[in-house]
T-cell receptor
């Protein structure tokens, strides 16, 4: 069974640009969550989608947004990038049974 | 505000020794406490988890100790091996849809 797939794995952007990250969950998983991982801060919750509906949202500015498609694939978008947005963005899918299955992440560098 | 506080930030243990990582939380509504293990270049993976109705859970060399009154829980790795060298994250959840993670502990097991 294929795991959670995130694309792209690495990307470099400049301040003010926007970026879209993609996540394909494990087949059959309808819940997709996004986390930002930075050194010293651990994993910070961004948002969680279930059946195309955002169920929970973390404490991030409105520049961070996401969506989920009917096939459970999800995208997150960050607009007007800032240097502090440099991080590893992790996507996790779940069957709703509490265990999160993480992808390998998309590493974003903002210059 | 960090909902889950984790210590130490880094830990070096001799092979065969015991590794202990501690976490504390404030929100008494949390009802699920997992530990995740992350190797370099990989996403976190569930290691072991506990509910607050039990004080200890053991799976192989990994044990969670839970102190509900103190709002603390810890991970013990017995007979630590070089292959255990990784970053460990504790987490807590109330609804199971949003997880609050600690800041992580980088464990190095010296042969």
């Amino acid at each position: 069974k294929a795991g959670v797939t995130q694309t792209p794995r690495y990307l470099i952007k400049t301040r003010g640009q926007q970026v879209t990250l993609s996540c394909s969950p494990i087949s059959g998983h309808r819940s997709v969550s996004w986390y930002q991982q930075t050194p010293g801060q651990g994993l910070q919750f961004l948002f969680e989608y279930f059946s195309e509906t955002q169920r929970n949202k973390g404490n991030f500015p409105g520049r961070f947004s996401g969506r989920q498609f009917s096939n459970s694939r999800s995208e997150m978008n960050v607009s007007t990038l800032e240097l502090g947005d440099s991080a590893l963005y992790l996507c996790a899918s779940s069957l709703g049974a509490l265990e999160l299955f993480f992808g390998e992440g998309s590493r974003l560098t903002v210059l | 505000q960090q909902q889950v506080k984790q210590s130490p930030q880094s830990l070096i243990v001799q092979k065969g020794g015991i590794s202990i990582i501690n976490c504390a939380y404030e929100n008494t509504a949390f009802d699920y406490f997992p530990w995740y293990q992350q190797f370099p270049g990989k996403g976190p993976a569930l290691l072991i988890a506990i509910r607050p109705d039990v004080s200890e859970k053991k799976e192989g060399r990994f044990t969670i100790s839970f102190n509900k009154s103190a709002k603390q829980f810890s991970l013990h790795i017995m007979d630590s091996q070089p292959g255990d060298s990784a970053t460990y994250f504790c987490a807590a959840s109330h609804t199971g849809n949003q997880f609050y993670f600690g800041t992580g502990t980088s464990l190095t097991v010296i042969p």
